[in-house]
């Protein structure tokens, strides 16, 4: 080990130029915490200022972390340390993000046939513009991905929707080229596909009532005249059920069937001409669920 000897501080003010006597060699020492708590003696906080630097991340693994798209408060937040330190290192970093973005914006679109003659920038715009929307309030950021690859993203609101377009931006003559990787991106440099659009049904108009009334699909069957009673409410058992007969045959009894009961009901119901058909009281004939929802008498025969 060679012992050095201290000639003076620099101009900055900021490093101890030392000097080799055998040798004649100088060296350069920062002026830091370390040095500080060794040239006090001060063991305790000398260990203290080694542990705190060796959580810290290095200059070069902050700006790897932003161009691969972290933000400031991100590496912040991992690294443990205020924002203004992130900031030093990351400056330079965000710049070339945002000029790789907007060289990225001149590059022209991969088409089946080859690059298009117009611009990224060129072709979202005139996209934006058969939407209705303004395209000055869509944001552009790049980074690199783990590839190598530039990765652009568009950011842009639509509503109350939050959308996000990502292209591969290959560098090259002539502004370079772009390839789609989502289908926002898609649909961005493309904005009058061919295929055919989904199809709506219409709502119906008792469909559109079950839905709007705040009691469901009781107040849509009240419109088509149809009781509904729910289960506390007492039904009017002297009144008879109604039943449609007109055209069914009444079953053929055996011999044996004398004991089973027999009714008399209307042959046409709300008529005034009287007839009775014989058939088995624990087989009433009901509507159906259709002819109860629309209201109508189903014609059986």
Not at 28 to 49: E, F, I
Not at 140 to 150: H, Q, Y
Request: glycine letters at 8%; a negative charge; aromatic letters at 4%.
């Amino acid at each position: 080990m060679r012992a050095l000897r201290v000639v003076g501080l620099d101009d900055d003010g900021k490093t101890v130029i030392c000097e080799d006597p055998a040798r004649g060699e100088r060296f350069a020492l920062p002026v830091d915490a370390r040095l500080l708590a060794a040239a006090r003696g001060d063991v305790t906080r000398l260990g203290q200022v080694q542990a705190e630097m060796d959580n810290q991340m290095r200059p070069r693994e902050i700006q790897a972390r932003i161009r691969a798209g972290a933000t400031v408060e991100q590496v912040s937040e991992a690294a443990g340390i205020p924002c203004h330190r992130v900031e030093r290192f990351a400056y330079p970093v965000l710049l070339e993000r945002s000029q790789t973005a907007e060289r990225a914006q001149r590059a022209h679109p991969m088409r089946e046939d080859g690059p298009d003659v117009q611009t990224l920038g060129e072709v979202v715009s005139h996209s934006f513009g058969l939407r209705g929307q303004d395209y000055t309030d869509a944001n552009w950021d790049s980074w690199r991905g783990e590839d190598g690859k530039w990765v652009v993203q568009l950011h842009w609101r639509a509503g109350r929707s939050d959308n996000r377009a990502h292209w591969i931006f290959h560098p090259g003559a002539h502004g370079g080229t772009v390839t789609a990787l989502d289908e926002h991106a898609a649909d961005l440099l493309d904005p009058s596909p061919s295929r055919q659009l989904r199809t709506v049904r219409p709502v119906t108009r008792l469909a559109r009532q079950a839905l709007e009334a705040p009691d469901g699909v009781d107040t849509a069957l009240a419109e088509v005249g149809v009781e509904v009673r729910t289960a506390d409410q007492p039904s009017d058992t002297d009144a008879p059920l109604p039943v449609v007969t007109e055209g069914v045959e009444a079953p053929e009894l055996g011999d044996g069937a004398d004991h089973e009961a027999e009714e008399s009901v209307p042959a046409e119901v709300g008529t005034g001409r009287a007839g009775t058909r014989r058939v088995k009281k624990s087989h009433p004939i009901v509507p159906s669920w259709e002819d109860v929802l629309l209201g109508v008498r189903s014609q059986r025969g």
